[in-house]
């Protein structure tokens, strides 16, 4: 069963840095694209960007380029997504999904990043 | 200001035919498939549809898609209690500094 579990909630200050990350089971990682998408409280879908994690080759969206970094380690089965400096506007639930043929079949639950001083 | 435009909101009653457009551009809709997503209250979204017009497995087919020129549709018929929820269409935009998944601003469906 292919899995995507994302890690825990967090809080942050402005400022701060953060790396959220996103762990696959139960299919070959390094095949599939992985993208993160942010879900501002009450407000649509963003796709921020896409990585894949057999190559590490990492697109990202026009609006997200420079302010967040895209990552992934094969040998945890992990993707991440980063900021070096958080702010109030980052706060947000991020997705990570899975791209196939279908599209973003497989998501992540969701981890939910709260920036407040 | 999302790049495809959803009516923010719909509605209908049970057993009834809802129909939510999509309104794009010649640079995403209408040079590449469009998918819809449902995102129930509180939960990650799920794929509705792909490929234009096409039911991943487990998809009701209540639910269809269907695509002209730079404009989408979702329509639900045989509406339902439990699909209250929001819809979001999505299509990959070839824009000049790269390509991006682009999703409409999203609609709010409520079964009154």
């Known amino acids: 069963e292919v899995q995507l579990e994302q890690s825990g909630a967090e809080v942050k200050k402005p400022g701060e840095s953060l790396k959220i990350s996103c762990k696959a089971s139960g299919y070959s990682f390094t095949t599939y694209w992985i993208a993160w998408v942010r879900q501002r409280p009450g407000k649509g879908l963003e796709w921020m960007g896409i990585?894949?994690?057999?190559?590490?080759?990492?697109k990202y969206s026009p609006s997200f380029q420079g302010h967040v970094t895209i990552s992934a380690d094969q040998s945890l089965f992990a993707a991440y997504l980063q900021w070096t400096s958080l702010k109030a506007s980052d706060t947000a639930m991020y997705y990570c999904?899975?791209?196939?043929?279908?599209?973003?079949?497989?998501w992540g639950q969701g981890t939910l990043v709260t920036v407040s001083s | 200001q999302s790049v495809l435009t959803q009516p923010p909101s719909a509605s209908g009653t049970p057993g009834q035919r809802v129909i939510i457009s999509c309104s794009g551009s010649?640079?995403?809709?209408?040079?590449?498939?469009v998918n819809w997503y449902q995102q129930l209250p509180g939960t990650a979204p799920k794929l509705l549809i792909y490929?234009?017009?096409q039911r991943p497995s487990g998809v009701p087919d209540r639910f269809s898609g269907s695509k002209s020129g730079t404009s989408a549709s979702l329509a639900i018929s045989g509406l339902q209690s439990e699909d209250e929820a929001d819809y979001f269409c999505?299509?990959?935009?070839?824009?000049?500094?790269?390509?991006?998944?682009?999703f409409g601003g999203g609609t709010k469906l409520t079964v009154l």
């Open positions: 010649s640079s995403n809709i209408g040079s590449n498939n």
């Open positions: 490929s234009n017009d």
């Open positions: 999505a299509t990959w935009d070839d824009r000049l500094n790269g390509p991006d998944v682009v």
């Open positions: 990585i894949y994690p057999g190559d590490s080759d990492t």
């Open positions: 999904t899975r791209l196939d043929t279908r599209g973003y079949y497989y």
